[in-house]
C-alpha cells in the first residue's frame, strides 16, 4: 500500500452461507466498546448499485461522471465507475478510508489476498475445512474442532472473537 497511515487489514474468510456478516454485525459493536474504529470492505460477486433511478446523483452518474460524491449533514458516499475489464484492487480501496476515523479494516471476501484471515468454519457445511485454509489464515472459528495448529475460536462467540481481533491489533 502506498498510504503513509497504513490501517491494518483483517480477512473474514469462509464458505458462502457459513455466516460471515452475520458474525460481523455482532463483533463490530463489541470492537466499537473497545474504542475501535472498524471500515468493511465487503466484496460481492453480483452488479451493485447504491444509487436509486430518478434520483439527481443517479441521472449525473448516468450522463457520464466518473466520480460522484452524495453528502449530507450524516454522512457521505462516492461512487466510483470502473471498467468491467478493471480487477478489484484491495490496496486501493483500503487506502481510500480516513486513518483518523479508522483502526481496522475488516474485509469480508477477498480469498485470494495476501492478508491476515480468520477462517470461519462451521461442521454443518458437510465441505472441506482445508478448501478455505490458506498460509495467510492465523486463527480458526469453528462450531467444532479442526484439525489444525492454529488458535482455535469459537465460532458462536462474538464476544471471543471480538477479543481476539482486538488483542491481535494491539500486537501490530
Same mark, same amino acid.
Given at each position: 500500500?502506498?498510504?503513509? !497511515? ?25 470492537? =466499537? ?29 448516468? =450522463? ?29 480501496? =483500503? !487506502? ?29 457445511? !458437510? ?39 482486538? !488483542? ?5
Amino acid at each position: 500500500m502506498t498510504n503513509k !497511515n497504513v490501517i491494518p487489514l483483517l480477512g473474514i474468510t469462509a464458505y458462502s452461507g457459513t455466516g460471515k456478516t452475520t458474525l460481523l454485525k455482532k463483533v463490530i459493536p463489541l470492537l =466499537a466498546k473497545k474504542n475501535i474504529q472498524v471500515g468493511i470492505i465487503k466484496h460481492t460477486h453480483h452488479d451493485m448499485d447504491i444509487d436509486k433511478p430518478n434520483k439527481d446523483s443517479y441521472q449525473l452518474r448516468q =450522463a457520464g461522471a466518473k466520480q460522484t460524491l452524495i453528502a449530507c449533514q450524516q454522512r457521505w458516499a462516492l461512487m466510483t465507475e470502473t471498467s468491467n475489464n478493471t480487477a478489484l484492487d484491495l490496496a486501493y480501496l =483500503a !487506502n481510500q478510508f480516513d486513518p483518523q476515523q479508522t483502526d481496522l479494516i475488516l474485509v469480508e471476501g477477498f480469498k485470494e489476498e495476501s492478508i491476515p484471515k480468520i477462517a470461519l468454519y462451521r461442521a454443518t457445511s !458437510n465441505r472441506p475445512f482445508l478448501d478455505i485454509m490458506d498460509q495467510h489464515v492465523i486463527a480458526v472459528a469453528s462450531d467444532d474442532k479442526q484439525a489444525t495448529q492454529l488458535l482455535q475460536l469459537d465460532i458462536n462467540s462474538p464476544e471471543q472473537i471480538a477479543d481476539y481481533i482486538a !488483542n491481535w491489533l494491539t500486537d501490530k
